[in-house]
């Protein structure tokens, strides 16, 4: 086991704090984050913890907050990009544990660690239509209600009927509308002690299984030719403004193919900032403020980050 060196000065024993949330589950000390991200950059988490179940993660969480340790629970981390320094904390990962579904009638119920692949091909398979569009976002259940995830015109808000979430301790389940979803964004980023678990969503029609199937896999094309799937990204780096699309004006500005190290603007994609292989998380960094400097200076537009900075 590594020694703990990083945490803040008030603790008496860190290592011990690591010995008690190992006790509740799977946790390694000093653990790379790139391996857990999608863009395959970041320094090592103080503490990667991963629950397997409820009760695990409310142990956890209440080990950090009595000992005053920041944390952050992530899914698959295909919208996060962590820091060459890592993260001075808990990094709490929501994956297998949480990814159990169940079917009634147009009612999808999916754990926040399902993957939204997993979550359509469930729809599928029960010949439940409308979760097409989002079959191609790698990202999992939990992250994609916190980002009110969408594409091709659709998005979690269309769909979503309730959801349940853990917080000081207690389980708590309320509809869609308490999450105040909106453009990739929920209550659920000022929540930040709050931890979902699952989501309800209701389907839109009962449909041939072979057709909802084959949507699906027309949109997955849609992806692989227009997207550059073959390199390390998070997907779309920028919020869409409202005086147009990121990917557009950073074209215009001349910036595809700008590069820093190994983070490069798409060639394919101006709205992907790619790691094309050795890249660091300061390249990729240097890159987005590039384009936003850029598009700033010549567009007079202010392009948001969609991507999360840990």
Do not use: W
């Not at 990814?99 to 439940?128: D, F, H, N, P």
């Not at 949109?219 to 073959?230: F, G, I, M």
Request: hydrophobic content about 40%; glycine content about 10%.
């Amino acid at each position: 086991m590594t020694d703990i060196k990083r945490f803040d000065a008030r603790m008496k024993d860190r290592n011990a704090v690591f010995k008690e949330i190992a006790s509740v589950c799977s946790a390694k000390a000093g653990e790379p984050m790139a391996p857990h991200t999608s863009f395959r950059v970041g320094g090592p988490a103080d503490i990667f913890a991963e629950p397997e179940n409820t009760e695990q993660l409310s142990a956890v969480l209440a080990i950090v907050k009595r000992e005053g340790i920041p944390f952050v629970t992530i899914g698959n981390g295909t919208n996060l990009l962590v820091r060459d320094e890592g993260y001075r904390g808990a990094v709490i990962k929501i994956a297998k544990g949480f990814s159990a579904s169940s079917i009634k009638g147009l009612t999808v119920k999916a754990g926040a660690g399902m993957t939204l692949a997993a979550l359509a091909r469930r729809a599928a398979e029960a010949s439940i239509g409308g979760f097409e569009e989002l079959s191609g976002i790698p990202g999992t259940v939990g992250g994609a209600v916190r980002m009110n995830a969408g594409a091709y015109g659709v998005s979690v808000s269309d769909l979503l009927k309730s959801v349940t979430y853990l917080l000081d301790g207690q389980v708590i389940t309320k509809d869609a509308a308490f999450a105040e979803l909106s453009y990739r964004h929920s209550i659920f980023c000022e929540m930040k002690d709050a931890v979902i678990l699952e989501a309800v969503f209701e389907g839109k029609e009962i449909r041939k299984k072979e057709d909802i199937i084959a949507a699906c896999e027309g949109y997955n094309e849609r992806r692989r030719s227009s997207q550059p799937l073959e390199y390390f990204s998070a997907g779309s780096t920028f919020k869409r403004p409202k005086e147009g699309y990121a990917s557009k004006l950073i074209d215009e500005c001349g910036l595809k193919g700008f590069k820093v190290g190994g983070a490069e603007v798409s060639e394919k994609h101006a709205g992907f900032v790619i790691n094309k292989g050795e890249a660091t998380a300061e390249d990729i960094l240097a890159v987005m403020e590039k384009v936003r400097e850029t598009v700033l200076e010549k567009k007079g537009i202010l392009l948001e980050p969609e991507v999360v900075i840990l």
